[in-house]
């Protein structure tokens, strides 16, 4: 069965300090991953996605994450972080060989300081 | 480009009362997704449909619930007989093609008295 850990119910980070969101998952064959970044009463925002290829990922906003195979791992990365990053976080996973459906994480709240 | 939209963004219900949300794709999307996000969890997915057949309803959680797609775009989810337990937000998403990055819409905060 596919599943996805969000370890971290929260981060929180200082403004200009680099950020990372764990997200770990388990599928049977191949992923897809996806972050998708939720703002207060705002619907989820994609960010970015892991089809194939470059294990390092380029998203929205200057967020990158790096696929890890062998540690079944795709951690949202940014090297400078922003008070307006401040929201939460959720990773997902489709199975690549499964149906359409993504399977969510927990959520991870950033809050950045200023 | 306009985006996934959602009517009403609240419904607020009897228990045992009937309701219906609305969920109008991105134009020329076809495939068509609802999930469900309670407080503190992440969206759980309910069903998705291609074209205007549901192509995978296992995430239904029970008969209660039911979703149509008539003309392959907008979808409306029923619920019948709403018990507390169905408070939560209810999200669409749609997506160009099956398999396609999904976007969603605002959610509809469903909330059962």
């Known amino acids: 069965a596919q599943s996805v850990a969000q370890p971290e119910d929260q981060v929180n980070v200082a403004e200009g300090n680099p950020l990372t969101v764990k997200c770990t998952y388990s599928?049977?064959?191949?992923?897809?991953l996806f972050w998708y970044v939720q703002y207060p009463n705002r619907g989820l925002q994609f960010l970015l996605k892991y089809i194939t290829g470059d294990n390092l990922v380029k998203g929205s906003y200057g967020f990158e994450a790096e696929f890890n195979k062998s540690q079944t791992s795709f951690h949202l990365k940014k090297p400078s972080a922003l008070v307006s990053d401040s929201a939460l976080y959720f990773c997902?996973?489709?199975?690549?060989?499964?149906?359409?459906?993504?399977?969510f994480g927990t959520g991870t709240r950033l809050k950045v300081l200023a | 480009g306009a985006g996934v939209s959602q009517t009403p963004s609240n419904k607020v219900t009897e228990k045992g009362k009937y309701v219906e949300l609305r969920c109008d794709p991105i134009?020329?999307?076809?495939?068509l997704y609802w999930y469900r996000q309670s407080l503190g969890q992440g969206p759980e997915f309910l069903i998705y449909f291609q074209g205007t057949g549901a192509a995978d309803d296992s995430g239904l959680p029970n008969d209660r619930f039911f979703a149509v797609r008539p003309e392959g775009s907008v979808s409306t989810l029923k619920i019948q007989r709403t018990e507390r337990g169905d408070s939560a937000v209810y999200l669409c998403?749609?997506?160009?093609?099956?398999?396609?990055?999904?976007?969603f819409g605002p959610g509809t905060r469903l909330t059962v008295l």
């Open positions: 998403a749609s997506s160009l093609n099956s398999g396609d990055t999904q976007y």
């Open positions: 134009s020329g999307h076809t495939a």
């Open positions: 997902a996973v489709r199975d690549r060989a499964g149906t359409y459906k993504y399977i």
């Open positions: 599928v049977s064959g191949n992923p897809y």
